[in-house]
T-cell receptor, first 119, second 115 residues
């Protein structure tokens, strides 16, 4: 079983659909992240949760709605998306969000991603 | 603020040839440095990291990177590449200590190994 698991791996949706991406980590980490990876663009940090509290929203449109019910689970709810939202969405986790503590380098562990296509 | 520059978006190389993927960063404080690899249709995996101590760090599959503080660089090298090394490689930097800090990624370099 991998440390960070994302489902579904592939998702095709229309612009009026509502769907959710799920991420689960089995590493005992306290911080979880959503990144967007589009072709020929840098990785974009979308949201950060630390101890279930959202600590970062990187100017993400409201059609993306994150949810973190506990430190092990992270969701990304999708509603009325646009074709330009098609991308690979990557979930990651780390021990916590602050690097520099004893043994805590802030290293991120990534899931395999959810490939989203918006028609 | 930190930033990471990977000047080469794509590096084509023949199998068994050496390769260097360049990474430069800017930061006024101490940082941790990372190289991640992304194989086709997969997420990112940590390849190697520099935290402190020896400036030369190695991965289990033959890659190495050297931290050069004076040049603010963390270039990735391999003396002989394989077809299976074809992937996208991301350099990343994270500030040590302080308040909430993010991992800053470069734009990635696609290593294309040809037979």
């Amino acid at each position: 079983e991998t440390g960070v698991t994302q489902t579904p791996r592939h998702l095709v949706m229309g612009m009026t659909n509502k769907k959710s991406l799920k991420c689960e980590q089995h590493l005992g980490h306290n911080a979880m992240y959503w990144y967007k990876q589009s072709a020929k663009k840098p990785l974009e940090l979308m949201f950060v949760y630390n101890f279930k509290e959202q600590t970062e929203n990187n100017s993400v449109p409201s059609r993306f709605s994150p949810e973190c019910p506990n430190s092990s689970h992270l969701f990304l709810h999708l509603h009325t998306l646009q074709p330009e939202d098609s991308a690979l969405y990557l979930c990651a986790s780390s021990q916590d969000e602050i690097a520099g503590g004893l043994g805590n380098t802030g290293e991120l562990f990534f899931g395999e991603g959810s490939r989203l296509t918006v028609l | 603020a930190q930033s990471v520059t990977q000047l080469d978006s794509q590096v084509p190389v023949f199998e068994e040839a050496p390769v260097e993927l360049r990474c430069n960063y800017s930061s006024s404080v101490s940082v941790y440095l990372f190289w991640y690899v992304q194989y086709p249709n997969q997420g990112l995996q940590l390849l190697l990291k520099y935290l402190s101590g020896s400036t030369l760090v190695e991965s289990i599959n033959g890659f190495e990177a050297e931290f050069n503080k004076s040049q603010t660089s963390f270039h990735l090298r391999k003396p002989s590449v394989h077809i299976s090394d074809t992937a996208e490689y991301f350099c990343a930097v994270r500030r040590y200590g302080g308040a909430t800090n993010k991992l800053i990624f470069g734009t990635g370099t696609l290593l294309a190994v040809q037979p």
